[in-house]
C-alpha cells in the first residue's frame, strides 16, 4: 500500500497578485499561514488555481521555494510542475525537488493531445527523474487529454507514482481507477462537489478550490468522513454546492479571486487572458458566501 501524500483537504492555493501584476509573496505568507491555523492538510502550490500558466518559470520557482520556507514542515507542500512538453516538465520536477517540495502534481499533457502510450512514457520520463511523490492530475475539460483507468493501473506500478488528482467529473471511471488500481495508487477529487463520492470509493482527499475561501468546511468534510459521520460529511458536502457552483461558474481562478479579495485578503487580480468577475458570479458569490457564513 503506497502512504498518500495527505489525507483530507489541500488547498490549491490561489497566487495573490501586487497592483502592478507581479506576485505578491507578502499575502502569499499571511494566506499560508491562515490557512494552516484553519486545519488545512496540504498546500498545492502553482497549479490552475496558482495561475501557473501565467507565472514565468522564475516566478514558479520562486512561489515554490517561498512556500517551502513558511511552511516549514508544518503540513506536506505540493508543487504543481506538469507540462505538455516533457522535458520541461522534468527540469521543473527537479527543482521542485531541490526546493524541498514533498511531492509533485502533474497535470496531463495539454494541446498536443498525446496518445495513452504516450502519457505513459511521459510519467514514466518525469517519475524516473525525481525521488518525489507524484500525483498525476486528469482534467480533461483543459487538457482535452482524458486519462483511462487502465493507463493508471500501468502508470501505478512506479514505485513514485502515488496518486491520481481525478477531476474528470465521471464517477464510473474513478470507480474504474479504484477497481483497477486499487493500494497502489491513492485517489484525490479535484472536484468540490465530489468530495464524497471519491471518499465512498476509497478516495483520500480532496486537492480542493473552496479551501481558498473556507478551509474549515472542506477539511472537516473530510475529517467527518474518517471519522465515521458519514451523515454530517454528506450534509456538510450539500451545504457547500451552492457555493462550490459559483466558484465554478467562470474560469477557475476567477471567481475564487474575487471571492478572496472580497473577505479581505489581498489577493489581486487575474493575469490575461483572464479578466475579473463579472457582475453576475460576483452576486452569485456574496449570496453563497453570505449563506455560508462566510461573510
Known amino acids: 500500500m503506497k502512504k498518500p501524500v495527505f489525507t483530507g483537504a489541500g488547498v490549491a492555493i490561489i497566487t495573490p497578485m501586487l497592483p502592478d501584476g507581479s506576485v505578491n509573496y507578502e499575502e502569499l505568507g499571511r494566506i ?3 490557512q494552516i491555523a484553519r486545519h488545512t492538510d496540504a498546500i498545492i502550490i502553482c497549479g ?15 512561489c515554490i521555494r517561498y512556500t517551502v520556507r513558511k511552511v516549514a514542515g508544518r503540513i506536506p507542500v505540493v508543487a504543481g510542475t506538469g507540462s505538455n512538453d516533457t522535458a520541461f516538465a522534468i527540469n521543473l520536477s527537479k527543482q521542485a525537488e531541490e526546493a524541498g517540495a514533498d511531492a509533485l502534481l502533474l497535470v496531463t499533457p495539454y494541446y498536443n493531445k498525446t496518445t495513452q502510450a504516450g502519457l505513459i512514457a511521459h510519467y514514466t520520463a518525469i517519475a524516473n527523474a525525481v525521488s518525489l511523490p507524484c500525483i498525476l492530475y486528469n482534467v480533461p475539460s483543459r487538457t482535452g487529454m482524458n486519462m483511462t483507468p487502465a493507463t ?13 488528482k ?9 470507480a ?5 488500481c486499487g493500494d497502489n495508487l491513492n485517489i484525490y477529487s479535484g472536484n468540490d ?19 481558498n475561501v473556507a478551509p474549515e468546511m472542506a477539511h472537516d468534510i473530510c475529517a467527518l468522513w474518517f471519522d465515521g459521520k458519514h451523515d454530517e460529511s454528506l450534509a456538510l458536502q450539500l451545504q457547500v454546492m451552492g457555493l462550490v457552483r459559483a466558484l465554478f ?7 475564487v479571486k474575487w471571492a478572496m479579495n472580497r ?14 468577475a463579472s457582475p453576475a458570479v460576483q452576486q452569485m458569490l456574496e449570496t453563497e458566501m453570505k449563506r455560508n457564513g462566510l461573510l
Open 249 to 255: 461558474k467562470e474560469s477557475n481562478p476567477i471567481p
Open 152 to 164: 493508471l493501473a500501468e502508470l501505478a506500478k512506479l514505485p513514485n507514482i502515488n496518486a491520481v
Open 166 to 174: 481525478e477531476a474528470s467529473s465521471d464517477i464510473v471511471q474513478i
Open 193 to 211: 462537489n465530489q468530495i464524497v463520492p471519491i471518499l465512498s470509493l476509497g478516495g483520500k482527499g480532496v486537492i480542493s478550490v473552496l479551501s
Open 263 to 276: 473577505l479581505g485578503w489581498k489577493a489581486g487580480g487575474v493575469r490575461l487572458p483572464l479578466i475579473e
Open 48 to 62: 490552475t488555481t496558482g495561475e501557473s500558466a501565467t507565472l514565468t518559470h522564475e516566478e514558479h520557482i520562486e
Open 32 to 34: 499560508l499561514d491562515d
Open 176 to 180: 474504474e481507477i479504484a477497481e483497477l
